[in-house]
């Protein structure tokens, strides 16, 4: 099958990794052009490339879980949030603040049908974790009465 690829296209593959190195050179000695081009690629797009597949790979995400929240119903896709059912294992903390590392690793556990995660929308997010005391973690550690602050 691979012979039938274009030279160019072989080439390409078998120099993988002197082309990323390249590349990398070419943007370190660059950066006023790479920073150029991702400000016009965000007025286009309104957001950065780097960003692209972060938002691919979420989008995907919200594809496989609904595209809204899993107890109201709410479907506008600017407060959904990815909800690990059972909060979160050693194995999602770790990557907590990887943002595209974790939603690819999210994505992958979807696809072999894993059951783990949900949609919430910001509301149904914060009142399971009132629910769940998981807000104890953050800022309510000690402070039993706090939860008496938002009602
Ligand atoms: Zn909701």
Same mark, same amino acid.
Request: net charge positive; hydrophobic share 25%.
């Given at each position: ?5 274009? #030279?160019? *296209?072989?080439? +390409? /593959?078998? %120099? ?11 943007? @370190? ?7 150029? #081009?991702? *400000?016009?690629? +965000? /007025?286009? %797009? ?11 790979? @979420? ?28 909060? @979160? ?63």
């Amino acid at each position: 099958m691979s012979e039938n690829k274009p #030279y160019w *296209k072989r080439w +390409q /593959e078998s %120099h993988r990794e002197q082309l990323r190195q390249y590349h990398r050179e070419w943007c @370190k000695k660059n950066k006023d052009k790479v920073r150029q #081009y991702a *400000k016009k690629y +965000q /007025e286009i %797009h309104g957001f950065l490339p780097q960003r692209k597949y972060y938002y691919k790979i @979420k989008s995907q995400i919200f594809e496989i879980l609904g595209n809204k929240c899993s107890r109201c119903g709410f479907s506008d896709l600017r407060v959904l949030q990815i909800d690990h059912k059972f909060g @979160k294992g050693n194995e999602d903390r770790k990557y907590k603040n990887a943002s595209y590392k974790y939603y690819r690793l999210i994505l992958e556990k979807l696809k072999a049908n894993s059951q783990d995660y949900q949609l919430l929308c910001a509301n149904c997010n914060i009142i399971k974790k009132f629910e769940e005391c998981e807000l104890n973690q953050w800022n309510y550690r000690g402070k039993k009465d706090a939860i008496f602050l938002h009602l």
